[in-house]
């Protein structure tokens, strides 16, 4: 398990210079006008999911690559904490976070690993994460909700967002993997392939785990590309 975690990392730390040409559906992941506007769309929604949460004092971004949602935050969140395990991530993040004029001075960036991470207690409003709960293992997903669950102020929210199944959101040249499979082979643009972690969680599964977790949940789809669930501390 610790190799496969460190080569899943290894593939994001591989993958940082040409990671937004998935998000920007360019190159491989250009799935033609139709799909990729369907894509935009769909990223506008989800983000209004995020929107609709009202400014939020102090932010921890989970797993924050490079920064595609940051920036949003940043503007949502009087402070912000964003964190990631790869520092090629976290130079994109920091020089992107660079050209909004936004004031750097109330954010955070931070290198850690998010399997060793520790917590602070009580000491955030809001965790976001996008498109990181699927890579975690679900042997690791009990004891990673309960330090998402640490870190909330009482009244604080955790907002998911991630994947749904759905072919037209990887490359085309990704196999997307059966139901039955948590594994996915991804490549690289220069064709070096990696084996990582890709959870794809419907609505009620992940639902009942943020109840388990003890949040009242809400979870919400988009039509083909996205999940997003808000989870309220008590
Ligand atoms: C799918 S990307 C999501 C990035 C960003 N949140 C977004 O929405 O584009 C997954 C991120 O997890 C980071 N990551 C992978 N393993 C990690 C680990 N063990 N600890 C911290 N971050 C990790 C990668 O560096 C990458 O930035």
């Not at 699927?134 to 009244?155: C, I, M, N, W």
């Not at 994947?163 to 499979?181: F, G, I």
């Not at 690289?188 to 084996?195: A, P």
Request: charged share 30%.
């Amino acid at each position: 398990m610790e190799d496969f975690l460190a080569s899943q990392l290894e593939y994001y730390r591989q993958r940082a210079a040409e990671y937004d040409q998935w998000f920007l559906r360019q190159g491989r992941y250009d799935r033609g006008d139709e799909w990729n506007r369907r894509w935009f769309s769909e990223v506008d929604e989800a983000r209004t999911h995020l929107v609709e949460l009202g400014s939020v004092d102090h932010c921890l971004e989970l797993a924050c690559g490079t920064g595609l949602w940051t920036e949003r935050l940043a503007r949502q969140c009087k402070k912000l904490t964003a964190i990631d395990g790869a520092s090629e991530m976290l130079k994109i993040c920091r020089a992107r976070l660079g050209e909004t004029g936004l004031d750097l001075s109330q954010i955070q960036f931070v290198e850690d690993d998010l399997f060793e991470w520790e917590p602070s207690h009580e000491a955030h409003d809001l965790v976001f994460m996008s498109f990181w709960l699927s890579h975690v293992p679900p042997v690791r997903l009990d004891e990673f909700l309960q330090k998402v669950y640490a870190t909330l102020k009482p009244g604080g929210r955790v907002f998911i967002l991630d994947s749904r199944r759905s072919p037209q959101s990887t490359a085309d040249d990704h196999v997307l993997p059966s139901e039955y499979e948590s594994s996915a082979v991804r490549k690289l643009n220069d064709g070096r392939e990696y084996t990582i972690l890709k959870l794809f969680y419907d609505p009620n599964t992940l639902r009942e785990l943020l109840n388990e977790a003890g949040f009242a949940s809400q979870v919400r789809v988009t039509n083909n590309f996205f999940i997003t669930a808000v989870g309220k501390k008590p």
